[in-house]
């Protein structure tokens, strides 16, 4: 089950997957939007349980929808930029790019060795941002495809394991610091004390939004 915040509680959207069957990762679109859910055997209908009466909003009520890649591990992080689709498969280590070519569907490797990239997004330049799962980093991406790391510590510590983030209009940067790629290396890896929301401002100035949660996952802020 998802949760994505909007600009109030009240606006929550909260939708539950089910699909009868499960194997590796996959990616499903419709036609205007990419979901990123578990690959069900073909021909199983996939049911979506809108709890919050939200998912209208994004997707168009009865829209179909179309398995676009498979034999994939773990998928996370899709985002659009200019005409393909760049996703995160994180037990191998690459983000993935499909693309709809005129000769047929193109699915590559974009770039390997990341520190397990999880959540992806674009700046306010267009440039690829990219949650380093076990790089316990954030990184950007410039023109040439070239990572650099623009968070890593905080008040001392490294970040556990950065998973989703977000650009908000003014250009700062909103992330998530839960420890789901750290748990196998122990508590002592674990070397800030809360799971918390972070924000990066176009100054360099990083802070602590918020520690209430216990359990992190995506990022979504009000629009203003």
């Known amino acids: 089950m998802h949760f994505v915040n909007g600009n109030s509680p009240a606006q929550a959207l909260c939708v539950r997957t089910r699909i009868r069957h499960q194997a590796s990762s996959v990616l499903i ?10 690959e069900p055997i073909p021909h199983v209908d996939v049911e979506l349980e809108d709890e919050s009466g939200h998912l209208g909003e994004l997707v168009t009520p009865g ?9 994939l ?8 930029r200019g005409d393909h689709l760049l996703f995160s498969d994180i037990p191998n280590d690459r983000i993935c790019r499909w693309r709809d070519l005129p000769e047929g569907p193109e699915l590559t490797t974009f770039r390997a060795f990341n520190g397990k ?5 674009l700046d306010r330049e267009g440039l690829l941002l990219g949650c380093a799962h076990s790089g316990r980093s954030v990184l950007r ?12 510590h905080f008040e001392g510590g490294r970040f556990n394991s950065p998973n989703d983030l977000v ?5 700062d940067i909103y992330f998530t ?13 674990k070397e800030q004390t809360v799971n918390g ?10 802070d602590l939004v918020t520690d209430r949660f216990t359990c992190l996952l995506y990022t979504s802020p009000s629009p203003r």
């Not at 591990?73 to 659009?80: D, K, L, N, S, Y």
């Not at 990239?117 to 997004?121: D, E, I, R, S, V």
């Not at 650009?167 to 250009?171: D, F, I, L, M, Y």
């Not at 929301?197 to 990083?206: E, N, Q």
Request: aromatic fraction near 6%; avoid cysteine.
């Open 73 to 80: 591990a773990f998928t996370e992080g899709p985002v659009w």
């Open 197 to 206: 929301v972070f924000r990066l401002t176009t100054d360099g100035m990083l």
């Open 177 to 189: 610091d839960p420890p789901y790629g750290i748990d196998e290396l122990g508590p002592d890896a």
């Open 167 to 171: 650009v908000k209009r003014n250009a």
């Open 117 to 121: 990239t999880n959540g992806l997004t």
């Open 63 to 71: 829209t179909n929808l179309e398995r676009i890649a498979g034999a």
């Open 29 to 38: 679109r419709s036609k205007s939007r990419v979901h990123v859910m578990p």
């Open 141 to 152: 991406f410039d023109q040439n495809q070239q990572p650099t790391p623009i968070a890593t």
